[in-house]
């Protein structure tokens, strides 16, 4: 069974420019996050989708951050304009059920310079 | 607001000892604790899980102790070996509006000295 898989691994961008990474999570996983880890600090929540409802956006910095997920499968996340203090690494993670294990991907390290 | 807090930010332990690693939250409304292991350029990996209905949870070499009343948590690794070295993140988690939200420590970075 294919686990959490993410794209790009790796981004490198120009302050202004527009991101979008991918998440594909396990096949039947509802449950759908993204987190963010800056610098060696916590991995902090950004959403949660339950299908393709948001059910938690609290997460999110600003409105230059755009999470879809079309069809409850796949998902994006669009940074636009990127600024300096994006910079980081994304993990998508799933979940099957309402409780449970989350299982991540290996995240999008994402830089702007 | 830091809602999950490990204090450690590192810590090192010879081969074949115990390994303690700490975790503390603040809301009272987290009922499931998890703990995870990440490896340098990888994705955090699941280790092992306690509900609030249970005081300890043991897999093998390792044990997650919760301590409801202080809320703290504890996981111990019994013995510690050197591919037990990486960064270990404590989450919580509870019902709120229906929904769960994990939220993560800062990690403690484990180093197991041969």
């Known amino acids: 069974e294919a686990g959490v898989t993410q794209f790009p691994s790796h981004s490198v961008i120009e302050k202004g420019q527009t991101v979008t990474l991918r998440c594909d999570p396990i096949?039947?996983?509802?449950?759908l996050y993204w987190y963010r880890r800056v610098m060696g600090k916590e991995i902090k929540f950004l959403l949660h989708?339950?299908?393709?409802?948001?059910?938690?956006e609290s997460g999110m910095p600003n409105n230059r951050f755009l999470a879809e997920r079309t069809g409850g499968t796949y998902s994006t996340l669009k940074v636009q304009p990127a600024e300096l203090e994006d910079s980081g690494v994304y993990f998508c993670?799933?979940?099957?059920?309402?409780?449970?294990?989350?299982?991540f991907g290996e995240g999008s390290r994402l830089t702007v310079l | 607001d830091q809602q999950v807090k490990q204090n450690s930010p590192s810590l090192s332990v010879q081969e074949g000892r115990i390994s303690i690693l700490n975790c503390d939250y603040t809301?009272?409304?987290?009922?499931?604790f998890l703990w995870y292991k990440k490896y340098p350029a990888e994705g955090p990996t699941f280790l092992i899980s306690?509900?609030?209905?249970?005081d300890k949870n043991e897999d093998g070499r390792f044990t997650v102790f919760l301590n409801k009343s202080a809320k703290h948590l504890s996981l111990h690794i019994v013995p510690s070996q050197p591919g037990d070295s990486a960064v270990y993140f404590c989450?919580?988690?509870?019902?709120?509006?229906?929904?769960?939200?994990?939220?993560f420590g800062t990690g403690t970075r484990l180093k197991v000295l041969a």
């Open positions: 809301n009272s409304m987290f009922d499931y």
């Open positions: 989450a919580a988690s509870g019902t709120t509006s229906g929904t769960y939200k994990y939220i």
């Open positions: 096949s039947g996983h509802d449950n």
């Open positions: 993670a799933s979940r099957q059920g309402t409780h449970g294990e989350l299982f």
């Open positions: 306690i509900s609030s209905i249970k």
């Open positions: 989708f339950v299908k393709e409802s948001k059910q938690d």
